[in-house]
């Protein structure tokens, strides 16, 4: 069982830098797999990134390079990195957990969420 809090996020300009976390709650949380999805208004919910609990990460195409992820067991976070941000970059992005071993990239395979983090980057 795990509770996730979302933070870090804001206005930014493009170009800038920002660092979301993701606190969780539950003692077996380093047992989990967790991703960051974005969701801008009027699209669908789209994997960001991810990372399993042997810390091997996974990303889409639009953010390589510019985003990167981490977590601290012993603090139960999960970190994202963002640099370079773009205006396209602007969404709520939600942290997401599942006990697996993989990294699913959609929406309906994890079985924790938290409520999101706004991220505005501006031109």
């Known amino acids: 069982q795990v509770q996730l809090v979302e933070s870090g996020g804001g206005l930014v300009q493009a170009g800038g830098s920002l660092r979301l976390s993701c606190a969780a709650s539950?003692?077996?949380?380093?047992?989990?797999?967790v991703g960051w999805f974005r969701q801008a208004p009027g699209k669908d919910r789209e994997f960001v990134i991810g990372i399993t609990r042997t810390s091997s990460t996974y990303y889409t195409d639009s953010v390589k390079g510019r985003f990167s992820i981490s977590r601290d067991n012993a603090k139960n976070r999960v970190y994202l990195q963002m640099n370079s941000l773009k205006p396209e970059d602007t969404a709520i992005y939600y942290c997401?957990?599942?006990?697996?071993?993989?990294?699913?990239?959609?929406?309906?395979?994890?079985?924790?969420w938290g409520r999101g983090t706004q991220v505005t980057v501006s031109s």
């Open positions: 997401a957990a599942k006990a697996e071993m993989i990294v699913p990239t959609t929406a309906n395979r994890y079985h924790y």
């Open positions: 539950g003692r077996t949380f380093s047992s989990y797999v």
